[in-house]
Protein backbone atom coordinates (compact mmCIF):
# COMPACT_ATOMS: atom_id res chain seq x y z
CA UNK A 1 0.00 0.00 0.00
CA UNK A 2 1.19 3.27 -1.18
CA UNK A 3 2.06 5.73 1.90
CA UNK A 4 0.20 9.20 1.10
CA UNK A 5 2.80 12.03 0.84
CA UNK A 6 2.88 14.66 3.03
CA UNK A 7 1.80 17.89 1.90
CA UNK A 8 3.73 21.33 3.11
CA UNK A 9 0.60 23.88 4.03
CA UNK A 10 1.10 27.30 3.86
CA UNK A 11 0.08 29.25 6.86
CA UNK A 12 -2.56 30.92 6.36
CA UNK A 13 -2.99 35.00 7.10
CA UNK A 14 -3.22 36.21 9.98
CA UNK A 15 -1.08 35.91 13.27
CA UNK A 16 2.35 35.62 12.61
CA UNK A 17 4.03 31.96 13.25
CA UNK A 18 6.54 31.38 16.39
CA UNK A 19 9.14 30.86 13.78
CA UNK A 20 8.20 34.54 12.53
CA UNK A 21 7.71 35.95 16.24
CA UNK A 22 11.14 34.20 16.96
CA UNK A 23 13.20 35.92 14.12
CA UNK A 24 11.46 39.31 14.36
CA UNK A 25 12.81 39.36 18.10
CA UNK A 26 16.45 37.83 16.99
CA UNK A 27 16.79 40.96 14.18
CA UNK A 28 15.55 43.00 17.09
CA UNK A 29 18.10 42.41 19.92
CA UNK A 30 20.49 42.70 17.14
CA UNK A 31 19.56 46.00 15.49
CA UNK A 32 19.34 47.43 19.51
CA UNK A 33 22.88 46.16 19.46
CA UNK A 34 24.02 47.52 16.31
CA UNK A 35 21.85 51.15 17.54
CA UNK A 36 23.68 51.33 20.55
CA UNK A 37 27.10 50.40 19.04
CA UNK A 38 27.24 52.22 16.09
CA UNK A 39 24.39 55.37 16.65
CA UNK A 40 20.97 55.28 14.30
CA UNK A 41 22.90 57.32 11.16
CA UNK A 42 25.46 54.89 10.70
CA UNK A 43 23.85 51.63 11.37
CA UNK A 44 23.05 49.63 8.40
CA UNK A 45 20.29 47.18 7.57
CA UNK A 46 22.56 44.74 6.30
CA UNK A 47 25.00 45.47 8.56
CA UNK A 48 21.84 44.28 11.02
CA UNK A 49 21.17 40.91 9.26
CA UNK A 50 24.67 40.49 9.22
CA UNK A 51 24.89 40.50 13.16
CA UNK A 52 21.76 38.39 12.80
CA UNK A 53 23.18 35.60 10.72
CA UNK A 54 20.29 36.60 8.22
CA UNK A 55 19.64 38.04 4.45
CA UNK A 56 18.86 41.60 4.87
CA UNK A 57 15.78 40.65 2.62
CA UNK A 58 14.70 39.57 6.04
CA UNK A 59 14.61 42.29 7.89
CA UNK A 60 12.70 44.63 5.18
CA UNK A 61 10.23 42.00 5.14
CA UNK A 62 9.69 42.69 8.91
CA UNK A 63 10.09 46.14 9.35
CA UNK A 64 10.49 47.56 5.86
CA UNK A 65 12.75 50.13 7.02
CA UNK A 66 15.85 51.52 8.95
CA UNK A 67 13.10 54.02 10.60
CA UNK A 68 10.57 51.48 11.22
CA UNK A 69 12.77 49.40 12.79
CA UNK A 70 13.83 51.60 14.92
CA UNK A 71 10.80 52.27 16.02
CA UNK A 72 10.30 48.81 16.65
CA UNK A 73 13.30 48.87 18.87
CA UNK A 74 11.73 51.84 21.15
CA UNK A 75 8.65 49.99 21.27
CA UNK A 76 9.90 46.73 22.50
CA UNK A 77 12.11 48.39 25.09
CA UNK A 78 9.02 50.95 26.17
CA UNK A 79 6.99 47.20 26.11
CA UNK A 80 9.67 45.84 28.77
CA UNK A 81 9.40 49.37 30.84
CA UNK A 82 5.89 49.59 31.65
CA UNK A 83 5.83 47.56 34.66
CA UNK A 84 8.59 49.44 36.09
CA UNK A 85 6.93 52.55 34.67
CA UNK A 86 3.70 51.42 36.54
CA UNK A 87 5.52 50.19 39.52
CA UNK A 88 6.99 53.74 39.79
CA UNK A 89 3.18 55.60 39.35
CA UNK A 90 2.02 53.24 42.52
CA UNK A 91 4.69 54.45 44.76
CA UNK A 92 3.39 57.78 44.42
CA UNK A 93 0.02 57.09 45.86
CA UNK A 94 1.29 55.00 48.84
CA UNK A 95 1.86 57.83 51.33
CA UNK A 96 1.56 55.05 54.37
CA UNK A 97 5.19 54.44 53.22
CA UNK A 98 7.48 57.01 54.45
CA UNK A 99 9.02 58.28 50.91
CA UNK A 100 12.81 57.62 52.38
CA UNK A 101 11.37 54.04 51.89
CA UNK A 102 9.61 54.71 48.59
CA UNK A 103 12.50 56.69 47.09
CA UNK A 104 14.83 53.58 47.99
CA UNK A 105 12.32 51.46 46.16
CA UNK A 106 12.44 53.82 42.90
CA UNK A 107 15.86 53.24 42.94
CA UNK A 108 16.06 50.02 43.00
CA UNK A 109 13.14 49.79 40.38
CA UNK A 110 15.53 51.85 37.99
CA UNK A 111 18.84 49.67 38.43
CA UNK A 112 16.25 46.75 38.15
CA UNK A 113 14.86 47.83 34.73
CA UNK A 114 18.71 48.26 33.57
CA UNK A 115 20.00 45.32 34.35
CA UNK A 116 17.25 43.94 32.23
CA UNK A 117 18.25 45.53 29.49
CA UNK A 118 22.25 46.36 29.92
CA UNK A 119 22.85 47.82 26.76
CA UNK A 120 19.94 51.11 27.69
CA UNK A 121 22.91 52.71 29.15
CA UNK A 122 24.73 52.37 25.73
CA UNK A 123 21.75 53.45 23.26
CA UNK A 124 20.97 56.44 25.40
CA UNK A 125 24.51 57.24 25.40
CA UNK A 126 24.72 56.90 21.89
CA UNK A 127 21.65 58.23 20.40
CA UNK A 128 21.83 61.02 23.00
CA UNK A 129 24.98 62.11 20.88
CA UNK A 130 22.62 62.11 17.53
CA UNK A 131 20.19 65.32 17.76
CA UNK A 132 17.43 64.19 15.50
CA UNK A 133 13.85 61.99 15.05
CA UNK A 134 15.99 59.19 16.35
CA UNK A 135 16.92 60.88 19.69
CA UNK A 136 13.00 62.40 19.49
CA UNK A 137 11.86 58.99 19.60
CA UNK A 138 13.43 57.57 22.73
CA UNK A 139 12.54 60.71 24.85
CA UNK A 140 8.93 60.18 23.75
CA UNK A 141 8.82 56.40 24.22
CA UNK A 142 11.47 55.56 26.95
CA UNK A 143 13.05 58.30 28.87
CA UNK A 144 10.19 60.72 29.29
CA UNK A 145 7.10 58.13 30.74
CA UNK A 146 9.96 56.98 33.37
CA UNK A 147 11.13 60.56 34.47
CA UNK A 148 7.47 61.35 34.82
CA UNK A 149 6.95 58.60 36.91
CA UNK A 150 10.21 58.56 38.93
CA UNK A 151 10.35 62.71 39.33
CA UNK A 152 7.49 63.27 41.81
CA UNK A 153 9.39 60.61 44.25
CA UNK A 154 11.59 63.06 44.00
CA UNK A 155 10.20 66.30 44.96
CA UNK A 156 8.20 64.81 47.94
CA UNK A 157 11.93 63.32 49.27
CA UNK A 158 13.01 66.83 48.57
CA UNK A 159 10.29 68.58 50.95
CA UNK A 160 10.76 66.22 53.68
CA UNK A 161 14.25 66.86 53.25
CA UNK A 162 15.00 63.20 52.75
CA UNK A 163 17.45 64.72 49.83
CA UNK A 164 18.92 68.11 49.98
CA UNK A 165 17.20 71.07 48.34
CA UNK A 166 18.99 71.14 44.51
CA UNK A 167 18.38 71.04 41.19
CA UNK A 168 15.89 68.05 40.41
CA UNK A 169 16.20 67.85 37.33
CA UNK A 170 19.73 67.53 36.98
CA UNK A 171 19.63 65.18 39.97
CA UNK A 172 17.61 62.70 38.25
CA UNK A 173 19.98 62.20 34.98
CA UNK A 174 22.86 62.10 37.59
CA UNK A 175 20.86 59.21 38.81
CA UNK A 176 20.07 57.90 35.91
CA UNK A 177 23.33 58.34 33.98
CA UNK A 178 25.23 56.75 37.17
CA UNK A 179 22.91 53.39 36.88
CA UNK A 180 23.09 52.95 33.06
CA UNK A 181 26.94 53.52 32.66
CA UNK A 182 27.60 51.54 35.59
CA UNK A 183 26.28 48.30 34.55
CA UNK A 184 26.54 49.33 30.60
CA UNK A 185 30.53 49.22 31.01
CA UNK A 186 30.45 46.78 34.49
CA UNK A 187 33.10 44.90 32.22
CA UNK A 188 35.49 47.81 32.79
CA UNK A 189 35.21 46.99 36.70
CA UNK A 190 37.12 44.04 36.11
CA UNK A 191 39.97 46.07 34.70
CA UNK A 192 40.20 47.76 39.19
CA UNK A 193 38.66 45.26 40.73
CA UNK A 194 38.95 41.71 40.19
CA UNK A 195 36.27 40.68 42.33
CA UNK A 196 33.56 38.04 40.42
CA UNK A 197 29.93 39.62 40.56
CA UNK A 198 26.96 38.35 38.87
CA UNK A 199 24.81 40.50 37.50
CA UNK A 200 22.02 40.33 40.55
CA UNK A 201 24.82 41.04 42.63
CA UNK A 202 25.70 44.80 40.61
CA UNK A 203 22.13 45.28 40.74
CA UNK A 204 22.01 44.84 44.72
CA UNK A 205 25.61 46.58 44.64
CA UNK A 206 24.44 49.71 42.55
CA UNK A 207 21.07 50.21 44.13
CA UNK A 208 22.75 50.75 48.12
CA UNK A 209 25.44 53.12 46.77
CA UNK A 210 22.10 54.92 45.64
CA UNK A 211 20.39 55.22 48.87
CA UNK A 212 23.82 55.89 50.66
CA UNK A 213 25.00 58.86 48.47
CA UNK A 214 21.72 60.17 47.22
CA UNK A 215 19.24 59.81 50.56
CA UNK A 216 20.00 60.99 53.91
Known sequence: MKKTPKIARRRQPG???KEELDGALLLLRAAETSFATLGFRSTTIRGIAQAAGVNHTLVIHHFGSKAALWRAVMERIANYLKPFVQNLRELQGQTEI?????LEKAFGL??????????????????????GKSLDLLVEMLLRPFHDAFYPLLEEASKARVIKKQSLEMLYFMILNAVTASVSYRHVFNYFDNTPRSLAQLEEGITKLLVVNFAS
Not at 98 to 102: C, D, G, N
Not at 111 to 119: I, K, L, N
Not at 120 to 129: A, E, M, Q
Open 110 to 131: MVAATCGEPECGLLLSRIGSER
Open 15 to 17: RPG
Open 98 to 102: PIRER
